[in-house]
């Protein structure tokens, strides 16, 4: 009976808390989210799974403890290596071509990472975050959930899990988030630009720019030649043409097996303990500042670019929101926008492609200043 007693006294049963019951309710949201709602599934699947598997009581399955996660946690996380090999992935994926016809969209892609800055300089003086906290607390803003990860983990690895779940809670949500931003900003007229073809783009532009552009960001941002870095490769392995094992490799079941480790870690870093407190909710708020603020971002300067460029050269203003980094869902995003506007008449969804994929490289860019500033 004693035995009994004792095996019972150190079971699960025994030793779970309110928060951890609390901890399950969040992760059954992300995983509804994931089923009926279809937002982000491979990434919000692992993360609600690995939040359950945290908050199991005496399990040792969290990012923190002695587990096999733990284990992921410092080899995957702590060591760099997970995040840029997402990017590897990514640049496999990533068609630069849009960019490249239209360059003026890069700066775009540039204004759309306003929110970064906006939400960082918040966290830093109106709410008493320390400048590494700030730094990660405001690449929420680029919507880009391993460059959120790579950062946080050098800078604040206490709150990976509140800046990675908003990381990439906003980018599902882009599709509820973006609309209404537009619909502010824009007028019905501006809306209607219809965007001329983009200049054709030539295979020797499209192999030299992965390299020319992995060298000059690396040299002048240093920090961020591990997220530039593999992302160009990647993108050079896509356009080569005589790589294609390593581009199928790279894009497919590569970047799939990373997912679902960096998925997994990120949600068993949400434990009740560190998770439950006043902080995530105020970095949930300043992530959802730093979306809207780079939403924004690239919608005024696109409408700025306007009164400056020719009557036959001015850019519908609202693929500057697709300057966030989530590829490609922002794009779509302001082309089913415009499109419905517009009563199908104007659909810029390749216009829309090129600050998009430019805000990948500007988020990269952006936690390469963040970490040369602040890290050591």
């Given at each position: 009976?004693?035995?009994?007693?004792?095996?019972?006294?150190?079971?699960?049963?025994?030793?779970?808390?309110?928060?951890?019951?609390?901890?399950?309710?969040?992760?059954?949201?992300?995983?509804?989210?994931?089923?009926?709602?279809?937002?982000?599934?491979?990434?919000l699947?692992?993360?609600?799974?690995?939040?359950?598997l945290?908050?199991?009581p005496?399990?040792?399955?969290?990012?923190?403890?002695?587990?096999?996660?733990?284990?992921?946690?410092?080899?995957?996380?702590?060591?760099?290596?997970?995040?840029?090999?997402?990017?590897?992935?990514?640049?496999?994926?990533?068609d630069?071509?849009?960019?490249?016809?239209?360059?003026?969209?890069?700066?775009?892609?540039?204004?759309?990472?306003?929110?970064?800055?906006?939400?960082a300089?918040?966290?830093?003086?109106?709410?008493?975050f320390?400048?590494?906290?700030?730094?990660?607390?405001?690449?929420?803003?680029?919507?880009?959930?391993?460059?959120?990860?790579?950062?946080?983990?050098?800078?604040?690895?206490?709150?990976?899990?509140?800046?990675?779940?908003?990381?990439?809670?906003?980018?599902?949500?882009?599709?509820?988030?973006?609309?209404?931003?537009?619909?502010?900003?824009?007028t019905?007229?501006?809306?209607?630009?219809?965007?001329?073809?983009?200049?054709?783009?030539?295979?020797?532009?499209?192999?030299?720019?992965?390299?020319?552009?992995?060298?000059?960001?690396?040299?002048?941002?240093?920090?961020?030649?591990?997220?530039?870095?593999?992302?160009?490769?990647?993108?050079?392995?896509?356009?080569?043409?005589?790589?294609?094992?390593?581009?199928?490799?790279?894009?497919?079941?590569?970047?799939?097996?990373?997912?679902?480790?960096?998925?997994?870690?990120?949600?068993?870093?949400?434990?009740?303990?560190?998770?439950?407190?006043?902080?995530?909710?105020?970095i949930?708020?300043?992530?959802?500042?730093?979306?809207?603020?780079?939403?924004?971002?690239?919608?005024?300067?696109?409408?700025?670019?306007?009164?400056?460029?020719?009557?036959?050269?001015?850019?519908?203003?609202?693929?500057?929101?697709?300057?966030?980094?989530?590829?490609p869902?922002?794009?779509?995003v302001?082309?089913?926008?415009v499109?419905?506007?517009?009563?199908?008449?104007?659909?810029p969804?390749?216009?829309?492609?090129?600050?998009?994929?430019?805000?990948?490289?500007?988020?990269?860019?952006?936690?390469?200043?963040?970490?040369?500033?602040?890290?050591?």
């Amino acid at each position: 009976m004693e035995a009994v007693y004792e095996l019972m006294r150190q079971s699960g049963f025994a030793n779970i808390s309110w928060g951890n019951w609390v901890m399950f309710v969040v992760a059954g949201v992300l995983i509804y989210l994931a089923i009926r709602k279809q937002y982000e599934p491979l990434l919000l699947i692992p993360i609600g799974f690995g939040v359950i598997l945290a908050n199991l009581p005496l399990a040792q399955m969290g990012s923190y403890g002695d587990g096999i996660i733990a284990l992921i946690y410092r080899q995957g996380i702590q060591t760099e290596l997970l995040p840029p090999i997402i990017f590897l992935g990514i640049g496999v994926l990533t068609d630069f071509r849009p960019l490249l016809g239209r360059p003026l969209t890069f700066v775009l892609g540039a204004a759309a990472q306003l929110g970064i800055f906006v939400a960082a300089l918040s966290a830093a003086y109106l709410l008493d975050f320390t400048y590494k906290e700030a730094a990660c607390i405001g690449i929420i803003g680029g919507a880009d959930g391993p460059t959120s990860i790579f950062l946080t983990a050098k800078l604040a690895p206490h709150l990976l899990g509140p800046v990675a779940v908003a990381a990439y809670s906003y980018m599902s949500l882009v599709p509820v988030i973006q609309p209404p931003i537009l619909r502010l900003l824009t007028t019905e007229k501006e809306r209607a630009i219809d965007m001329p073809q983009a200049r054709p783009v030539s295979k020797t532009a499209v192999i030299i720019f992965p390299i020319v552009t992995g060298i000059i960001a690396s040299l002048a941002i240093p920090s961020s030649a591990p997220l530039i870095g593999m992302l160009m490769f990647g993108n050079l392995l896509r356009e080569c043409g005589v790589t294609d094992r390593l581009r199928k490799t790279a894009g497919g079941s590569l970047i799939d097996i990373v997912t679902l480790f960096l998925g997994l870690v990120v949600g068993a870093s949400m434990d009740a303990e560190r998770f439950l407190n006043h902080r995530t909710i105020l970095i949930l708020v300043l992530g959802a500042v730093a979306f809207a603020f780079s939403t924004a971002g690239g919608i005024l300067l696109g409408k700025a670019l306007n009164l400056v460029l020719p009557e036959k050269s001015k850019i519908n203003p609202c693929i500057g929101a697709a300057g966030v980094s989530a590829v490609p869902m922002a794009a779509r995003v302001v082309q089913q926008f415009v499109s419905k506007s517009t009563h199908g008449k104007v659909n810029p969804l390749m216009p829309a492609m090129g600050p998009n994929v430019a805000g990948v490289i500007g988020s990269a860019v952006a936690a390469g200043v963040f970490l040369t500033l602040l890290a050591g």
